[in-house]
T-cell receptor, first 115, second 117 residues
Framework: AQTVTQSQPEMSVQEAETVTLSCTYD???????LFWYKQPPSRQMILVIRQEAYKQQNATENRFSVNFQKAAKSFSLKISDSQLGDAAMYFCAYRSPLYGNKLVFGAGTILRVKS | DGGITQSPKYLFRKEGQNVTLSCEQNLNHDAMYWYRQDPGQGLRLIYYSQIVNDFQKGDIAEGYSVSREKKESFPLTVTSAQKNPTAFYLC????????????????FGEGSRLTVL
């Protein structure tokens, strides 16, 4: 079974600075998808960024980018120019094309942004 | 507006009672999912359904039941057999319920908080 590990329960960043959230996963599959979701205090899950495993290029969405290392099974999220609205719980997730495309989530990282 | 509606937002239950959480989507999505969220454990999959009248157990299905009689609806019943039901429950849906991989995004509802008294 696939597992996703987020080793940082909590992180802090100063406003306008850059922060990196770590995620590693375990799988024997070669084709899969990886995601970062944000859960603000409202508890609504919001997709931040996604990466297809067959793509070597790292995904980027405005201030959010990933460092995808397939061989190392690592998928970190970098947030540049951090804003107060970035404060939330961030979840890394793995999806296999098998098993109904279900998502397997990590335990989450709480990100605090200091002004 | 299209989206996923979960109700109720807050629910209190006495021990021994069954309760049903509603999840409705008007996105015309094929697949629907129920997740449970506990502090420090992330989200865990309870049940999922890829098409109408079909559903599969997730990782923590014991004490729960679901039905999928209509494409837009996927209610979750928390039975008295669930020993620790107090949690936050999230429903999600995705276009494309087949086994073939898709890049379809998972859309989430706003969740339901269940507390057992």
């Amino acid at each position: 079974a696939q597992t996703v590990t987020q080793s940082q329960p909590e992180m802090s960043v100063q406003e306008a600075e850059t922060v990196t959230l770590s995620c590693t996963y375990d799988t024997s599959e070669s084709d899969y998808y990886l995601f970062w979701y944000k859960q603000p205090p409202s508890r609504q899950m919001i997709l931040v960024i996604r990466q297809e495993a067959y793509k070597q290029q790292n995904a980027t969405e405005n201030r959010f980018s990933v460092n995808f290392q397939k061989a190392a099974k690592s998928f970190s999220l970098k947030i540049s120019d951090s804003q107060l609205g970035d404060a939330a719980m961030y979840f890394c997730a793995y999806r296999s094309p098998l098993y109904g495309n279900k998502l397997v989530f990590g335990a989450g990282t709480i990100l605090r942004v200091k002004s | 507006d299209g989206g996923i509606t979960q109700s109720p937002k807050y629910l209190f239950r006495k021990e021994g009672q069954n309760v049903t959480l509603s999840c409705e989507q008007n996105l015309n999505h094929d697949a629907m999912y129920w997740y449970r969220q506990d502090p420090g454990q992330g989200l865990r999959l309870i049940y999922y359904s890829q098409i109408v009248n079909d559903f599969q157990k997730g990782d923590i299905a014991e004490g729960y039941s679901v039905s999928r009689e209509k494409k837009e609806s996927f209610p979750l019943t928390v039975t008295s057999a669930q020993k620790n039901p107090t949690a936050f429950y999230l429903c999600a849906s995705k276009i494309g319920g087949g086994l073939a991989g898709t890049t379809g995004e998972l859309f989430f509802g706003e969740g339901s908080r269940l507390t057992v008294l």
